[in-house]
């Protein structure tokens, strides 16, 4: 259930209304968005919703009968816009680009890929310092002394954060550095993980499971926004099917779905949805034109010599042109 609190509602009668859902079996999450405030009662009981409506300081109540309904149009029509302060919004209106390597292996190669960004103004980079990797030798990631490193020097060029974070017990170490915690495919569902980003107040980028239906991304951004976090976006990286002439299917089916779907901005990740560097420029297009609100992708220095995913990542002058048609393919779609 969703209960709609009056505009500037006196502490008390907040406490008394979250006591009273307490009451009838439920658990109360404090909901603040940019439409409203609310609070979300979360439990199975069945009982008169009416008895809780009537409280004082309730100025609406819904019951939930859909999977999701925070992250959804019917909640909410307009679409959700992301500030990471600075003048970098994420949503419709802007075309976002985030972009970096797959780890983040030095000093160097922060600075290298910095200095591309910069050049090409783009606002955001992308960079793993906790890696999943398939294989437990493989590289796993320079953990929070690399992101360190990584917000001092993007922080000295006006550049923000996005990076990926695996379990709970490292946000709260991992906060103070990043603008936007990514949530890879592998934790997609990870509940508990998702509950914990409700509740930090810090832009989630969410991505779809490897396997991953169209439901179950939405079932769980829904579990961030439940926590009280609607800064969420949802990223489309490709699912596992039983093609292997690429490393994963992109969907771009979903790219529409999901923003008729939601109120949230859609992001588009072509070097794990192809896999491939020669074929990402061609999908990060086919993304602008499906209706991305942005794309994120793999660039490195020098791709053969990454620690990780070398095989997808474009060198800076792929990179380069591919930020050049993504640009004036978005001005064209902007232009129909
Ligand atoms: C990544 O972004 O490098 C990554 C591991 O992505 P995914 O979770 O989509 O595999
Ligand atoms: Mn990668």
Redesign the pocket.
Known sequence: MIIQLQQGIPAELKENILQQIKEVGFKGNEVQTQEGHYIVGIGKKDFDIRTIGQLPGVADIHRVSDEYKLISRKWKVEPTRIDLGDGVIIGEGQFSIMAGP?SIESEKQIELVVQHLVENNVKIM?G?VF??RSSPYAFRGLGLEGLQLFHRICREHGIKIIT?VMQVSQIEDMIDYVDVF?V???NSQNFNLLDALGEAQKPVLL?RGISGTIEELLQAAEYIFSNGNEKIMLCE?GIRGYENAYRNILDLNAVPVLKAKTHLPVIV?PS?GIGLRDYVEEMSLAAVMAGADGVIYETHQKPEEAYS?GQQTLNFKESERMIRRMRQTYSLRESF
């Open positions: 797959c992308r793993g890696k999943p990926e990514q890879g495919a592998r991505k990286r990740d794990h995913d």
